[in-house]
Every structure is written in structure tokens, then in C-alpha cells.
């Protein structure tokens, strides 16, 4: 096994600015901070005539640890108390020789937030008027649009499994990520704006979470039950927030108070307590009028029933010494057992002898998140947490089910854990410094084992055929590693508020193969056309193959690629007055796996009380980010280039085609068989490395130069948002909310073949390029030995997005709370930011730019959110949580490869023309959930809380992709283009994909203690 030597070099990294970075960290003796797990409150005083009052005590007191922050009004009149802590209420209390004193109770603060009191003092006695702005009780007057959700919220919810990662799409500008690949994490996947999963920013207690190899989600899950407050922002518009384009999830974790409190929690979804069919509505999309439903087709069954699931959680916190040492542990296990169902069309001979249908896979999870606060001195903080996610999966994303018959069975693994420290130090009631140390270890952070090695035998379910995959090869191994320091200095000077921070992350990942797993053996994909189509497996010859893939290895298997984040930024919140305030900031991203070096990103914004009505606000902003490359999307030119594991295609009567079905692998060993009897291989090489690859490939005798339309740089995309919005409370609890945003992402990072077949012009109904006559037009002319396609990892595409998100709450009644989010949304792009399986219809890149523009796989133009819980006597609560959406687009191909370059996203000529990308539409979503509980008082510090939930109650058959996207060759779409499952026959039920469908009506049970 040998390793790539193409790794960026640690030499690389700009040694002037680490230092700079250095010598400004160490100075971060200075200065005061508001970072996202903290709030800050400014505290305006004046007196009866409006004149400032100078000299005013203010003391703010945390309820819960009676941590205490004492100030006293400038020439200003005003006092501001940088990062307070989100656990507990506050009581302010505003006091000055010759006025009243005036106490204000139970202010909540909101993450990443400042709140304003405009405290009037009257002479004497009198009570004083006190005006509030920008606590979780009122309007928001900053340009971050999104929603926070604390803990009393999360527990009023019902959430399916109680996954952490379900809570965004309680913000309606946030939709749902399932079908656009890698579900084996078990998270729910979630995107807005443009439509990438990977660009969202995860930040918990302060420090990035990221998982940096794949972007996927957080390196590690945090427990539900640990989470204090979690902001769901489709717009982090603070320079503190980086490595986005523009979405965060900033979590923050429960702390330990001078009481000791927690829970213990059992809940469980029984299997057979699930519906076990849909009906067959909507299993074709109103978009096709010529899709037609089976009259044999009875019902649509789900996947993974039944589905059972027990999860035991416990959650404990108190002080360790009263008013200075806290702690909190949070811990979870979970038990998951599902079942999926085999196609009784799969060949006899791969099922079980006994005929059953069954397959039962096994999901484990353990979580663990723990914190200690500690209070050093009066001035002085320290935070420790550590953060634990275990887990297994040994039939991942129904790898076995449906036509994927047990043999392609394979075990998905990842460990992980995040250890982080915060200090955080006062010097004056306006000099404040935060500093925190954290490492991220995923270890694996991406495990796939195949449980029997075994060729691999598939075809798909275009023209009508009956689809099956039969035997599994793919495999990986991968780690990655992350250390990071930051600091977040801050200095409030008269109207400014000035917070200067960087930090220093040091990334490393490596190992094996890919996600989801490299192949170690070779496949066999099978013709849909005439009676290849239909043919059992022991039936087809070589006659009825398509072609054969398998592995070449020419040396590098294996990598490790270490890289640098570095970040400085500064935001000045300017008070232009007492209803006005400017944000201004700008921030600087240097990724040492790109090329750019002037990535420099200016955050301007606003907020605004008109006539000083605390009830009202307009915001608005702008903000550029940079989104961090993921380093396995990099990593493909360290292990697939011309030195590394590459595939091979080979097409009947090619070099490396298989003599028989049972005659492989194919003896393609560089080492062995001599170059002029290797078949031509697919390679992915980087942008801005001409010189290097000048030279490697003249070692094979193919001549680099050939290739048009290198890239002499590889750069991080740039993402640039605009809002504007208000938000007015009509009466006390009643607010209303709404922002436009617009979101433009450009240097897209995504490959294309540089070694492409020449663009045809196909403007009629079955024309048709034979693979040849396309190699004859490529720059380098595939021969054994050479080259087919060169992919190279470069920026191209760019992505749009407008939006209208609104936001109706109802929280002035202490036994009802209700909400209604509702976004009307377009997103559009040339290229899908994540891949999503959606090709251009032909990869040369003069037909890779507008005439590529069309929906987003992801877009959804209408959804909402509605939530309403209600607490009725007898300590009884009720409520329910219903999710609607419009339907997403799906992409038509013809089934054919009608330009000759070896893949199939070819799209139909309709009208003379090539329909643009994912011209169709599938069928609305519409997902109703329920609760009701009960909670019983066992003494004055104890209850049980028992709990019924159920989720989809009208059992509404979500499909979110289609199983049938072959539209065919003709002049009319194929019968069964657009239906939702393939290759039926006369079958009565249909077993979608895994990834295509949402659950069925379900119920959950939970019994929980508290103390």
C-alpha cells in the first residue's frame, strides 16, 4: 500500500499571518466579547426628562448561580455587560442617589444577541418606566434571521427519535435534505438558501463543530436533552460566523445552577404499532399525465416496518461548590431495530432458503455530553465539555432491501468525540476577553465494511426492466482529526461596540477509500433494453451486459492531508442612537487546501426602532461568506489520479471486458501486465497544478497539454446575501415577522472532464452517438494504457436563491404557545452544490454554464410550519406540530447515452429542444404530529411525566423522489416515467428506495422523571 505524496505540505501555510495571528491572540488581554453561546445587554439610563443620567449602579444577577456583573452608567448614561450566560433568568437592578431604585425580574436572553433596557428613573420613590428590546420576550433588531428554540420548547415537541438534527426544519426556511444521498448517519439532513447540506455552519458553546472530511453534519451529535438553546439561523449574518453560506446552527449546552436537577428518560416506538401500507395516491406525479398507476398496485409499503426503537436518557446537574463550581451530564443510548423488505422478482437462488422476505438491520447509538463551570475568581471563568457519539449501523440506508438482495449487506461504523475549553476573563465593566481550545476526533469518522466480498451484478429499472444488485465490494476507512483556538476580544467605547476574534484550526484527515466505500472488486451493469430487461440473473450472458467497472491500482491507495483554517475578523455595532444601530464587520477566511488568499468578506447591517417603539423593528443586511472546501471532495486527486486507484469502464469487445460472468476480477495489475494491454481509466486530477501534471503525465506518454481549459487555481465558493425585514408584537405575546432574502453562490466547487467529447447539437427524437465516434472527438484519445475521462476538482457553477420567510408567534399566555412559519421560496442552479446524482446532460463545459440552469433538486416553493401546545389543568398538556411542503423537482433522462460519453444523464428532445434540468415535479409532503402528557407530582422537587406522541397521523405518503426518472427516446415519455417505484410487474405492493420516503403514522411512548 503506498500513501500519496501530493499532500499539501505544512510549508504551505503563510507563515506571516500564523504569526500575526499569534501576536494578536496574545494580546487578547485587551478586549470584550458577545460570542454565539453568550448574550450581551446595554442598559440605557435617563431620567424623567429623557436627559442622561451619569453614574447609575447597574447590577445584573443570574437567578440560577447568582453569578453577579456590577457597572456603573458612562457620560452616555449607558452600561454594557458583554457575554452573560444563556442558563437562568436575570434580575437587573438600576439604582442613583436622589432617584427611585428599579428592579427588573426574569429577563431571558437570546444567544448571540444583545438586549437593550431603557431604564427612566424617576426622582424619588416613583416607580421608574422601563423599556426592553431584544430578549427572548420581545422583537429582534439585528439582520440574523432565523429561530431559537430552548429547551422548555425541544421537550413540547414532538420530535421522531428525539434526534437533535430534526430541529431546524422547525424553521420553515429550512427543508428537509432526505434524497440527496449519504443517509447512513442516521441524522436528519437539512438545507436552505441554495440548497447545500454541507455549507451549514455547526457551532456549539462557541466553538466550530464541523466535521471537516465530508461536511455531512456535526463531528458529533449532541443529546437532545443537553441542548440549552439551539438558534436555527438561515442568515448568521456576525463575522463571527464563518465557513458557511450563510445557514448556522448555534447550540448551546445546559449548565449546572446551585440546585441540583435532572431527568431520567425511557422512551420506546413499538414496531407493530405502525402502519404498515400507503395507499398508492400519489405514486404518479400530477407533473406527468401519461404516468399511469398499475391496476395490480394495491398499496405502497414503507421501508423499515416495523421500525422499533427504545432509547434510555438520563440528565443530571448541581453544584459542586454553591455559587462557584457547576456541572451538567447529559447521556443517551439508543436501540434501533429495522426491518426492510426483499423484491420477490430478486432470483430465487439469492434469497433465504426459506423463502422469507425479512431483513432485520440493527442501529445503535450511544451519546454523552458533559460540562463543568468553574468560577476562578470574580473576574474569571472556565468552562470545560466533553461530547461523546458512538454508533452502528449494519444495514445502512437499506443497503438490503427492496432489489438490493442480502448479499450487498454492509456495516456502517463512526466514533467520535469533541473535548473543548472556554476561559473567559473581565477586566472592567468594558474590557472582557473569551479564549477557547477545542479538538474534534473522528476516529472512524467514516467506517464501511462489506460483510461477504463478492462481484457485483445490477441493472436499473429504466424501459420497464426489473431491477436487482446482487454482491457487495465497497469498502473504506477514514479518519479525521481537528484542533482549534480562538479567542474573541471585545471593547465597548461610548456608542461602539467592537469585537475583534480570530482562530487557528489545524485539520487532518485520511485513510482508505471513499463515502460511501470503494470498490475492491468489479460490477456488472446489466442492459434495460429488449429481453435484457426482463431476463432472471441465471439467464443473462455476456451478451446482455452494458458494460463492466473494476479497480485499477496503480500505487496510491491510502492518503493523509492536513490543512489550515485561519480566521480573523471585527464587528463594530454602532449605536447611531438610542432606535438605531449599525452593524458593520468584515471577516477573513485562508483555507490552505485552495488557492485563494484574498478572501475577504464584509458583513454590513442594521436595526431599527422607528419613533423608539419597542414593539417594532426593521433589519436588513448584507453579508459575504466563503464556504470551506471539504477535504474528501479534494482527496480524489491524492488516491484516483494516474499514480493512484482509478476505475476502469470497458464496454463489450474493450480491453479489461471480462471473458465470462464468473471470470473476474480482470488481471489489470500495472505491475504485471504490460502498459499497451491496460485499458483506458478515468482519473481525477486539481486545478493549479499545471506543472506537476506537464510532467507526470509525460511519464505515461499522454501530453497534458491537449487538455483545454485547465484551471490554474482552485478557490473557495463565495455565497453573498441580502435581507431586509420587520417584525411588529400587534399585542402583548402576538408577534409577527418577515424578511426577504436573496443568496447568490458563485465558484461553486465540482468536477468536470477535461478530456470530454466534443458538444452535439441533438435536436431530434433518437439520435444517437456511438461511444467511439464520441472517444474519437476527445483531446486525449482514449488507448489502452491512456486516459478516458480527466475530472478535474475546480470552481464552476453558481446557485440562486429568493425568499420570503415569515414567522407568526403567539406567547402571551402562559398555558398556550403557537407559532406558524411559512417560507415562499425559489431556488435555481446550474450545478447542485452537493452533487445530489443530478449530471449535466453532456460534461464538456461549453454545456456546463446557463443552458444547465434549472430548479434545484431541493426546491421547495411553499413551506410551513405550525406549531400548538396548550397546558390545561390538572397539569395536563396537549399540542401538535404539522409540516406541509410543496413538491420537489425530479430530473428526466432518456435511458440512452445519446452523446456517446460513456454516462447516462442524457435528457430528452421535446419540441426540437433538450428539456432543461429537473423540468418535472414530484407530490406534496404533509407531515402531522400530535402529544399529549400528563404530569404526575410525587413530591414538592419531583414528578413523572408520561407522554404520547404520534407523527404522520393521516398516514400521507411522502415521496420525495421518484424510483422511474427514464423518460426514453421517444417522441412520447416512457408509460412509466415519473411513477415512484420501478420494475413492478404485477406486483400489488411497491417497496420504494430508502431514501425517497418519509415515514408512516407511527407512535413513540415516553416516561420521564424529573427532579
Known amino acids: 500500500m503506498q500513501q500519496s505524496d501530493l499532500r499539501i505540505p505544512l510549508k504551505s501555510m503563510p507563515h506571516k499571518l500564523v504569526l500575526l495571528f499569534i501576536t494578536f491572540l496574545s494580546f487578547s488581554s485587551a478586549i470584550f466579547a458577545q460570542t454565539p453561546n453568550t448574550a450581551s445587554m446595554i442598559v440605557n439610563v435617563v431620567d424623567q426628562n429623557g436627559a442622561v443620567v451619569v453614574g447609575a449602579n447597574v447590577s445584573v444577577v443570574n437567578d440560577a448561580t447568582r453569578a453577579t456583573r456590577d457597572a456603573v452608567s458612562d457620560s452616555d448614561g449607558r452600561v454594557t455587560i458583554p457575554a452573560l450566560s444563556l ?211 394495491v398499496a405502497i409499503n414503507p421501508v423499515d416496518i416495523p421500525d422499533a426503537l427504545s432509547q434510555v436518557s438520563g440528565s443530571i446537574g448541581g453544584p459542586i461548590v454553591n455559587d462557584r463550581t457547576f456541572f451538567f451530564a447529559t447521556a443517551d443510548y439508543t436501540r434501533q431495530n429495522r426491518t426492510a423488505f426483499l423484491s420477490p422478482t430478486l432470483p430465487a437462488f439469492v434469497l433465504p432458503a426459506d423463502g422469507n422476505l425479512a431483513y432485520e438491520g440493527h442501529y445503535r447509538q450511544f451519546l454523552f455530553n458533559g460540562r463543568i463551570d468553574h468560577k476562578l475568581t470574580a473576574k474569571q471563568n472556565l468552562m470545560f465539555r466533553v461530547n461523546v457519539d458512538r454508533f452502528f449501523d449494519d444495514n445502512p440506508q437499506d443497503a438490503v432491501g427492496g432489489t438490493n438482495a442480502p448479499s450487498v449487506a454492509r456495516r456502517y461504523s463512526r466514533r467520535a468525540f469533541t473535548a473543548q475549553v472556554n476561559h473567559t476573563t473581565v477586566f472592567s465593566p468594558t474590557l472582557l476577553n473569551e479564549a477557547r481550545f477545542s479538538y474534534l476526533h473522528g476516529d472512524p469518522v467514516t467506517l464501511w465494511e462489506a460483510q461477504s466480498l463478492s462481484t457485483t451484478y445490477t441493472r436499473g429499472s429504466g424501459n420497464g426492466a426489473v431491477p436487482f444488485t446482487v454482491g457487495q465490494s465497497r469498502a473504506s476507512d477514514l479518519w479525521g482529526h481537528q484542533v482549534q483556538f480562538a479567542d474573541t476580544l471585545s471593547w465597548s467605547h461610548g456608542r461602539h461596540y467592537f469585537r475583534f476574534g480570530g482562530s487557528i484550526i489545524h485539520h487532518e484527515a485520511g485513510g482508505t477509500g471513499s463515502e460511501p466505500g470503494t470498490a475492491i472488486l468489479g460490477t456488472f451493469t446489466f442492459l434495460t433494453t429488449d429481453a435484457s430487461r426482463t431476463l432472471p440473473l441465471n439467464q443473462l450472458t455476456l451478451a446482455n451486459v452494458q458494460n463492466y467497472q473494476q479497480p485499477i491500482n496503480f500505487g496510491i491507495d491510502s492518503y493523509e492531508l492536513p490543512q489550515w483554517l485561519l480566521t480573523g475578523f471585527v464587528q463594530d455595532s454602532f449605536h447611531v442612537n438610542r432606535n438605531l444601530t449599525l452593524d458593520l464587520g468584515l471577516r477573513y477566511d485562508r483555507q490552505t487546501l485552495t488557492d485563494a488568499k484574498m478572501n475577504f468578506a464584509p458583513r454590513l447591517g442594521f436595526g431599527w426602532h422607528p419613533g423608539g417603539d419597542s414593539r417594532t423593528s426593521i433589519r436588513g443586511g448584507y453579508g459575504m461568506y466563503y464556504t470551506q472546501i471539504r477535504t474528501n471532495a479534494v482527496a480524489g486527486y491524492l488516491v484516483n489520479g494516474l499514480d493512484g486507484l482509478t476505475t476502469y469502464t470497458a464496454n463489450p469487445g474493450q480491453t479489461g471486458f471480462p471473458t465470462s ?306 423518460y426514453g427516446d421517444a417522441a412520447s415519455p416512457a408509460a412509466t416515467f415519473g411513477q415512484f417505484v420501478g420494475g413492478l410487474g404485477t406486483s400489488t405492493n411497491a417497496i420504494p428506495a430508502f431514501a425517497n420516503i418519509d415515514p408512516p403514522r407511527t407512535f413513540q411512548l415516553q416516561a420521564r422523571f424529573i427532579f
Open 661 to 966: 460472468l464468473t471470470s473476474v476480477p480482470v488481471n489489470v495489475d500495472p505491475r504485471t501486465i504490460p502498459a499497451n494491454q491496460l485499458p483506458a481509466r478515468d482519473i481525477t486530477i486539481r486545478a493549479g497544478r499545471r506543472s506537476f501534471y506537464q510532467t507526470q503525465f509525460a511519464k505515461y506518454g499522454l501530453n497534458f497539454n491537449l487538455l483545454p481549459n485547465y484551471p490554474d487555481e482552485l478557490v473557495n465558493p463565495r455565497s453573498q446575501v441580502v435581507s431586509i425585514g420587520a417584525e411588529h408584537e400587534f399585542f402583548s405575546g402576538l408577534f409577527f415577522g418577515a424578511d426577504y432574502v436573496h443568496q447568490h453562490l458563485s465558484d461553486m466547487d465540482r468536477t468536470f472532464d477535461l478530456n470530454a467529447p466534443s458538444a452535439i447539437e441533438r435536436t431530434t427524437i433518437g439520435s444517437i452517438r456511438t461511444v467511439a465516434a464520441a472517444n474519437a472527438t476527445r483531446p486525449i484519445l482514449p488507448a489502452n494504457g491512456g486516459v478516458r475521462q480527466v475530472n478535474v476538482i475546480t470552481n464552476l457553477g453558481v446557485a440562486d436563491y429568493d425568499g420570503l420567510q415569515t414567522l407568526l408567534t403567539y406567547r402571551g399566555n402562559r398555558r398556550m404557545y403557537a407559532s406558524v412559519s411559512y417560507t415562499l421560496s425559489k431556488a435555481t442552479n446550474t450545478s447542485e452544490p452537493d452533487g445530489n446524482g443530478i449530471g449535466p446532460n453532456e460534461t464538456v463545459l461549453s454545456r456546463l454554464g446557463e443552458v444547465e440552469r434549472g430548479p434545484s433538486v431541493v426546491d421547495q416553493r411553499h413551506r410551513a410550519v405550525m406549531t400548538f401546545t396548550y397546558r390545561f389543568p390538572y397539569n395536563i398538556s396537549a399540542g401538535t406540530l404539522a409540516m406541509l411542503a410543496s413538491a420537489r423537482p425530479f430530473n428526466a433522462t432518456t435511458g440512452v447515452d445519446n452523446n456517446g460519453d460513456g454516462i447516462l444523464n442524457d435528457r430528452p428532445v421535446v419540441n426540437g429542444q433538450i428539456i432543461h434540468k429537473s423540468a418535472f415535479r414530484g407530490t406534496p409532503t404533509s407531515e402531522v404530529a400530535a402529544f399529549v402528557e400528563g404530569r404526575i407530582k410525587t413530591s414538592e422537587r419531583t414528578s413523572i411525566l408520561l407522554r404520547f406522541e404520534g407523527f404522520n397521523l393521516f398516514n400521507h405518503g411522502n415521496f420525495l423522489a421518484r424510483g422511474v426518472t427514464v
Open 87 to 297: 442558563t437562568g433568568t436575570y434580575t437587573i437592578t438600576v439604582a442613583k442617589e436622589g432617584f427611585g431604585k428599579e428592579e427588573r425580574h426574569n429577563i431571558t436572553l437570546r444567544s448571540g444577541e444583545t438586549a437593550s433596557l431603557k431604564v427612566s428613573l424617576q426622582v424619588g420613590s416613583e416607580k421608574a418606566e422601563v423599556t426592553v428590546f431584544g430578549t427572548a420576550e420581545g422583537v429582534r433588531a439585528d439582520p440574523q434571521i432565523g429561530l431559537s428554540v430552548r429547551s422548555e420548547q425541544i421537550d413540547e415537541t414532538p420530535i421522531l427519535g428525539r434526534k437533535a438534527t430534526t430541529l431546524p426544519l422547525l424553521n420553515s426556511a429550512f427543508r428537509q435534505g432526505k434524497g440527496t444521498g449519504d443517509l447512513f448517519v442516521n441524522a436528519t439532513y437539512f438545507i436552505t438558501g441554495v440548497g447545500s447540506r454541507r455549507a451549514t455552519t455547526f457551532v456549539i458553546d462557541g466553538a466550530n463543530n464541523d466535521e471537516g472530511w465530508g461536511r455531512q453534519t456535526a463531528i458529533a451529535t449532541v443529546p437532545l436533552g443537553a441542548i440549552q438553546e439551539i438558534a436555527i439561523l438561515s442568515n448568521a449574518f456576525s463575522s463571527e460566523y464563518g465557513w458557511t453560506s450563510g445557514p448556522a446552527l448555534n447550540i448551546v449546552t445546559k449548565a449546572g445552577t446551585n440546585e441540583f436537577h435532572g431527568e431520567g428518560l425511557f422512551m420506546s416506538r413499538p414496531g407493530d404499532w405502525q402502519a404498515k401500507t400507503f395507499s398508492t395516491k400519489g405514486f404518479c406525479p400530477s407533473s406527468v399525465p401519461t404516468c399511469f398507476t398499475p391496476s395490480t398496485l
